[in-house]
Every structure is written in C-alpha cells, then in structure tokens.
C-alpha cells in the first residue's frame, strides 16, 4: 500500500525537478504579492504587524491555487492518469501520493520563505516561528482540498478560474485558522488551540479528500 | 423488485414530466396563499418593535430567505447522494433545477441583511458570522452552478456536480464553525436579528412566510427540472410526443 | 476468460452500440472494427472498467470486473492512443516509472533491452521531449516486451508503425498470445498475427 504512494512521489517529485521554473515562479508570486502589500496600505509597523497573518496567508492560499491546475492536467494530456488509474491499487493512494508531492513542492517552500517575509512586516520571533508552523501545518489541507478541485475541473474550459471558485471557500477555515494562530500569537494570547485545529483539519483532508478526487477523476475519466 | 421498479418508474423522466406538470400550479397557489397570510400577519398585524422601530419588519422576508438558502442546499447534497449511489437520471436534473433557486434565496438573504443592517449597524456590510456564513453559501451555490455549466456533457455535469455538493456539505459545518468562532475572536458585531424577544404574531409570520418560501421554491424548481427534461431528452420519443401535443 | 455480456453504450444523447458481446479465451485475439466514431474506443475503455457500460456486464475469469477491481486491474495491460510517457524523463526512466507504478517487477537490465529491441539503443538517457514522434511511440510500445500480464488491451497499436515494426509488434503480440495470454486491439489495418486464433468483432 506505502509501495504505491511512495512510488507516485518518487515520480512527480523528479518531474518537478526537471521542471524547477514552477516551483520557482508559484514562489515568487508569493513573494511579490506579500511585499505589495506595504506599498498599498503604507509602511506603519504597527499596521503591518496587524496585517501580517491575512496577508501571508492569503498569499499562500493565491500561490498554492497558482499551482493546482497542473496537478493532474499534465498527466490527463500525456495519458498517464489513465495509467495511474489502471494501477492495482485504490486510486484514492495514487492521488494520497500526488497530494504529497504537491505539498513538498508547493507548501513546503512557501513555510521556508514565511519567516523572511514575515520580517518585513515586522513581527516578532516568537510570531514568526508560530507563522512557519502555520503555514507547515495548514498547506497539506490546501494541497488536499485542492486536488478535488483540479480532479472536478480537469479538462474543462477556463478549469483555472473555475477552480478557484470551487475552492477558495472551502479554504476559509484553513485561512481563519491558520491566519488566527499568528494573530493570537501577536496580540499575545498563545496560538496553540488554533495550531491543533489547523492540525486536525490537514488529518480531516488528508484522509478525506485524496478519495473525494479520486471519484472526481473517475468521472473525467469516463 | 416491485418496489424497485415503482421508485424507477417515478425516477423516469417521462412520468415524472407530467406529474410536475399537474403539482406545479398547487404549490404555486398555495405559495401565493401563505405569502399573503404571512405579509399580512407580518406588515399589519405584528406590534412594532421598541428597540428596532418599523425596520425590523424586513425579518419577515430576511429569515426564511436564510433558512430555505439552507435548506435548499441540503436538498440538493440529498439528491446528489441519491444520484451517485443508484445513478437516477432525475437527481442531476432536481439539483441543477434547485441551485438557481437557492442562490436567489441565499442573495435575497444578504440583501435583506445589507437592508437591516443600515439602520440598526449604520454600515450596509458587517462582518456579523451569520451573514458571512451566508456569504459564503452564495459562493458554493455559483461554485455549483459554474461547474455544472462548464460541463457539456450532462452525465458528467450530474456527477461532478454531485460530488461538489457532498463535498460542500461536509464542509458547511466546519466553514459555519469556523467562522463563528472567527467572528467570537473579533470581538464583531454581534446584535441578533432574531433574537429580541418574539411575539407570537411575529413568529407565526415567520413561519407562514417561510411555508410561502418553501412552497415557491418547489414550484420553480419543478417548473425548471422540466425544462432540462426537455432539452436533454429532446431526442426521445416521450418529449417528441410531449412537443407535438403543444403545437397541436 | 474475457467476458463481455449484452453491454450498451450512449456517449452524450447516440446510442452507439447495444447488446453487444464476446467471449474471449486463453490465446486468443479480438480485433475489433467498425467506423470512425461507432464506438471501438468506447469499448475498449469499458474493457479496462474506466467507463461503465450503460447496460450489460464484463467478466474476468468469471467475476464481473467491477467486483474484481485491483485484482483484474493487476491482470490488465492497456496502451491508449496516447503514449503515457513523460516528455521531462529519458525512455528508461519512463519505462521504470511505468513497471513501478503498475507493481511489476522490471530490472534496469531488462528495460534496456526492451529499449534495444524497439530501436532506441543510445537513446535511453535521453529526455523524450527530444525524440521524434515515432521513437515516443515505439517507447510506449516498449513496455510489452517484458509484459507478463495476461490480458493486452491496445488501441491502435500499429498506427505511426513502419513496416519493420509492424513485424515486430505482430511478433511480440504473437508471442504474448503463444503463453496463453489475451488480446483485444482496434485497428485499421489488418495485420498478420503469426499464432493464436484471431476472432474479429465488427461495431455496426
């Protein structure tokens, strides 16, 4: 059962380094759009610290949604889906599989650059460590509830503006808790209640969603 | 296997086309009936409100508005759920019929909110968890009708569609939640629309306007999944009898 | 072995087909044919159980392949008129990405073999955006030399072929049916398979 999922991470993973110039640019556009926003509302630390957590995180939800058209596009064109969904195995492994694989290179790089843009919203160490540990535990439940949207709205026409709309607000609580975390953190009331919720909620999706795209697929499949 | 067959044949098209047909002007009539009933108990019976003067008289549309944008979208997870386990033609065309309804419903809902809201908040907008809430279901009612309407072909607009309304329905619980306690964080707005105590006229207006609601949404939803009836089975001998019938 | 009962096909408001059934037993293969668009795809992926007949049954050694799941999918070979490889890697990494996604066993040594024998020799590190059209077909095809699966769905597998591979392919398929093993395959051409009965199935 792990044989299969580690196969398919093994695959996007090296697909994904043959291909760095998306990783790089879903980066950069989170970048960009974080450090526009002091140039929007104006350089007040104060201010910045309070925006801080909503704009980090909405960043990180734009960037992650950037990516999730390719999720399984690129292997419907190719005829691999069709492979994959011919393996010996419950599809819901092979999309668990590529849920993981998104993550590592989309989330993952989006917690490592937090904490350096959280510096120039000027937040403090402490709100910057609950920051990346957000970011680390609330992006798989991204990864994961995006993958039914890209599974729903795979091959269709304009599927990129149509999956945001599926998705973005099935990403609130993830915002609302993720975002909450540092929030709390800063103002000093401790962000742990909203860490494990944010935790229990990737458990919740990881679990849950990775069978949701698979039926998903199966319909576009047909 | 009776049984079985008795629930196809009312899950067919060709009867259930007609037997909408004959329910639609009872719901129709018993909307309108409820409706004045309810406005009549609501505008002119009900007392005036000490705290919130004639405006909170909008509760009376705002209210069921809010509970059949629930309800409804309830529905259709239902019919979705039906639809994918026993693969009915009918259930696709009920949820597709039901969702312009119920964005109507969830629209009407913020509107009225937005209405309200000016003259007991001073803002047309507040991040109250209710309204939010409800925000947010007009977003999963156009997330639906986006996707069904992207898809051509109808098989798999049903299922996809179906498969995004289990998902929502999972997910409404957790989003509501969430955003309470958001809003609780915030410290927001949090006056009640309907929690100043009730006079028993009010809440009987209430009541009859959301049965004016309720009934309302059925017929259109009827009159709509008789539509798509038509236009996907257009083909088939029952709709080329049913057109020839009319230009006769 | 290969059991197809009374299936129908509607692909968005057509009919394609109805009542339509085979059987199909060790050794031997299925061509079907019929008309651009009368449904030969169709069937082939209501073979592999991507698409549910609209009515009728598929059986696989006697159990409908829907119960079988997993365990009729770990029987299955199927090659679609798209290639499934990875324009990003070279053939060998392709062919063992392949092997391990479908969970069979396939060393180095004999995925290079595979390659020589299609003619990519030389080609293996190669990423096969680079190659042409024909050489992404014959890496595709590469995979059936090692294939020890039983049952070989294949959509127009000689399209894009020269004649020396044509032979070839008809070879392999031949030896594949020669171990006892299963064919179906739409084509436009007929090609001489050597061995094994040939039945044909024509879609009206």
């Known amino acids: 059962m792990l044989k299969i999922v580690t196969a398919v991470i093994g695959r996007d993973l090296k697909l994904a380094m043959r291909r760095q110039a998306d990783i790089v640019s879903a980066l950069f556009f989170f970048i960009i759009v974080v450090s526009l926003f002091p140039l929007g509302v104006g350089p007040e630390p104060d201010l910045l610290r309070k925006l801080a957590p909503g704009v980090l995180w909405v960043a990180a939800l734009l960037a992650t949604m950037l990516s999730l058209p390719r999720l399984f596009a690129d292997d419907h064109r190719d005829g691999t889906l069709e492979q994959l969904a011919l393996a010996p195995h419950p599809l819901g492994l092979v999309v668990t599989g590529k849920v993981i694989a998104h993550w590592l290179v989309s989330g993952l790089p989006l917690a ?25 535990l609330g992006t798989p439940a991204l990864s994961g509830i995006g993958a039914i949207g890209a599974a729903l709205t795979l091959g269709l026409r304009g599927g990129g503006v149509l999956l945001s709309l599926l998705v973005l607000p099935l990403y609130i609580p993830v915002l609302i808790f993720g975002a909450g975390a540092v929030d709390a953190t800063v103002t000093g009331l401790g962000g742990e209640g909203h860490l494990s919720l944010l935790a229990a909620l990737t458990f919740a999706s990881l679990g849950f ?4 795209s698979a039926a998903a697929l199966k319909i576009a499949l047909e | 296997m009776k049984d079985r067959f008795n629930l196809y044949r009312y899950a067919s098209p060709a009867t259930f086309y007609p037997l909408a047909g004959r329910m639609i002007p009872y719901f129709a009539a018993l909307s309108v009936l409820f409706g004045l009933a309810g406005l009549y108990l609501g505008m002119l019976v009900a007392p005036t409100d000490f705290q919130q003067g004639e405006g909170y008289r909008i509760i009376f549309i705002h209210v069921p508005a809010s509970w059949m944008s629930m309800f409804i979208y309830l529905v259709m997870a239902f019919w979705a759920a039906i639809g994918l386990a026993f693969n009915t033609r009918l259930s696709g065309m009920m949820a597709q019929a039901l969702a ?34 409800e925000l ?26 179906g498969l995004l309304l289990l998902v929502g329905v999972v997910n409404v619980p957790i989003i509501y939640f969430s955003v309470k306690w958001w809003n609780t964080l915030h410290q927001g707005s949090s006056v009640n629309l309907t929690k100043s105590s009730m006079a028993q006229t009010m809440l009987w207006g209430m009541l009859l306007m959301a049965l004016c609601f309720w009934m309302y949404s059925i017929a259109v939803a009827l009159l709509r999944a008789r539509t798509i009836m038509l236009e996907r089975e257009r083909h088939t001998d029952w709709v080329k009898a049913e057109l020839a019938g009319v230009e006769r | 072995m290969l059991e197809a009962d009374n299936l129908e096909c509607v692909r968005g408001e057509r009919r394609l087909f109805a009542g339509l ?20 795809t169709s069937l082939l992926r209501m073979l592999i159980g991507l698409l549910p007949p609209e009515a009728g049954e598929i059986r696989w050694r ?46 180095e040594d004999e ?24 050489q992404k077909r014959r890496v595709a095809l590469a995979r059936l030399v ?25 070879g392999i398929i031949s030896g594949h049916l020669q171990r006892g093993g299963l064919a179906v395959m739409t084509t436009h051409q007929l090609v001489n398979i050597p061995a094994g009965k040939v039945r044909e199935l024509r879609i009206a």
Not at chain 1, 209 to 212: G, I, L, S, V
């Open chain 2, 136 to 161: 947010i279901l007009l977003f999963l009612y156009i997330g639906f009708m986006a996707l069904t309407a992207a898809i051509d072909d109808p098989k798999r607009a049903d299922k996809a569609g």
């Open chain 1, 209 to 212: 969603a990775p069978w949701a």
């Open chain 3, 146 to 170: 090692k294939e020890k699966r039983p049952l070989w769905i294949l959509d127009e597998p000689f399209v894009a072929l020269d004649v020396a591979a044509v032979d070839w392919l008809a």
């Open chain 2, 100 to 133: 312009p309804t119920g964005a109507l419903m969830a629209f009407l809902s913020l509107w009225t909110g937005a209405l309200w809201g000016k003259p007991m908040w001073g803002a047309w907008w507040v991040w109250d968890a209710r309204l939010t809430s």
């Open chain 1, 112 to 136: 490592l650059i937090a904490p350096v843009l959280g510096i120039q919203f000027d937040l403090s160490a402490d709100a910057l460590l609950v920051l990346t540990g957000a970011i680390l």
């Open chain 3, 21 to 40: 059934g085979f059987r199909l037993e060790a050794g031997e293969l299925l061509y079907l044919q019929g008309k651009n668009g009368a449904g030969k």
């Open chain 3, 111 to 134: 995925a290079l073999d595979a390659l020589e024998q299609v003619g990519l020799a030389g080609r293996e590190d190669l990423a096969c955006k680079y190659l042409s059209q024909g």
């Open chain 3, 62 to 107: 006697g159990k409908s392949i829907r119960t079988l799941a997993d365990e009729f999918r770990a029987d299955l070979c199927y090659l679609g008129h798209l290639n499934a490889i990875k324009e990003e890697l070279t053939p060998l990494e392709n062919l063992l990405a392949a092997a391990r996604l479908a969970d069979e066993a396939l060393s």
